[in-house]
C-alpha cells in the first residue's frame, strides 16, 4: 500500500463548478501536510500548506483530519486555469526532508 | 533570476552508460533534493543534501550517486544505467529550517530531466 493515496481522477468539471479531492495517508506519525500543484509537463509548486484548523486561501479551502488520517483540497468557482494535477504532499515526523508524494488528482476545468 | 536549472533536459542512453543529470541552484539554498516521477507513482526521492559535502539515502537511492562539493550544485550520477531508470528527474531545494525548527515545506523545483534508457 503507498504511503499517500490519491483518487487518480481525472476530474473533468465545468466552469464555475465546485470540485473537492481527498487524500489519504498511512503513517499515523506523520508531521505536515501540503497541496502541491503540477501542471502539464511541468515541476510540481507549492499550493498551500494544510493546518489541523483548516485553512483558506482564495477559492482553495484545505482541511485535515488526523483522526481518519485523510486531507482534502476544495475548489469553489473553478477556472480554466485551475486544470493541472493536484499532488498531496506528507512529511512524516522526525526527518524535515522526508516527504511523500501522492501520485497525484488530475483536473480538468471545461468552458 | 535563474532559481535553479537542470540540465540535459532530455537524454537518451543506453543500457549499462553512466549519466550524470546536473542541478544548479542560484538561491544559495541549504537543502537540494533529487526526486524521480513515474506513471502512477508520486515524485520518490533518491538522494537529498543538507550542506556541501552532507548527502542522505531518500527512498529509492539504489543505482544513483550523488555528490555536493559547492552549495549551489547537485549533480546526480547513474553509473550504470537501466531501463528501470528511465524516467522523469526533478531536483529541488529548499530554504533552511524557521525558528523552531519546522519546515515551511516548501520545496523549488527545477523544470526536469526526461530521461530514457533504450
Known amino acids: 500500500r503507498k504511503e499517500v493515496e490519491q483518487d487518480p481522477g481525472p476530474f473533468n468539471v465545468p466552469e464555475g463548478a465546485t470540485v473537492a479531492f481527498n487524500c489519504t495517508y498511512s503513517?499515523?506519525?506523520?508531521?505536515?501536510f501540503f497541496w502541491y500543484r503540477q501542471d502539464c509537463r511541468k515541476e510540481p509548486k507549492l499550493l498551500m500548506s494544510?493546518?489541523?484548523s483548516g485553512n483558506e486561501d482564495g477559492r482553495f479551502t484545505a482541511q485535515l483530519n488526523r483522526a481518519s488520517q485523510y486531507i482534502s483540497l476544495l475548489i469553489r468557482d473553478s477556472k480554466l486555469s485551475d486544470s493541472a494535477t493536484y499532488l498531496c504532499?506528507?512529511?512524516?515526523?522526525?526527518?524535515?526532508?522526508?516527504?511523500?508524494f501522492g501520485a497525484g488528482t488530475r483536473l480538468t476545468v471545461k468552458p | 533570476d535563474a532559481g535553479i536549472t537542470q540540465s540535459p533536459r532530455y537524454k537518451i542512453t543506453e543500457t549499462g552508460r553512466q549519466v550524470t543529470l546536473m542541478c544548479h541552484q542560484t538561491?544559495?539554498?541549504?537543502?537540494m533534493f533529487w526526486y524521480r516521477q513515474d506513471l502512477g507513482h508520486g515524485l520518490r526521492l533518491i538522494y537529498y543534501?543538507?550542506?556541501?559535502?552532507?548527502?542522505d539515502k531518500g527512498e529509492v537511492p539504489d543505482g544513483y550517486v550523488v555528490s555536493r562539493s559547492k552549495t549551489e550544485n547537485f549533480p546526480l550520477t547513474l553509473e550504470s544505467a537501466t531501463r528501470s531508470q528511465t524516467s522523469v528527474y526533478f531536483c529541488?531545494?529548499?530554504?533552511?529550517?524557521?525558528?523552531?525548527?519546522?519546515?515551511?515545506?516548501?520545496?523549488?523545483f527545477g523544470e526536469g530531466s526526461r530521461l530514457t534508457v533504450l
Open positions: 529541488a531545494s529548499r530554504k533552511g529550517l524557521l525558528a523552531g525548527g519546522q519546515n515551511t515545506g516548501e520545496l523549488f
Open positions: 503513517n499515523s506519525a506523520s508531521q505536515s
Open positions: 494544510v493546518y489541523s
Open positions: 504532499v506528507v512529511k512524516r515526523a522526525y526527518n524535515n526532508n522526508d516527504m511523500r
Open positions: 538561491w544559495s539554498h541549504s537543502y
Open positions: 543534501s543538507a550542506a556541501a559535502d552532507i548527502t
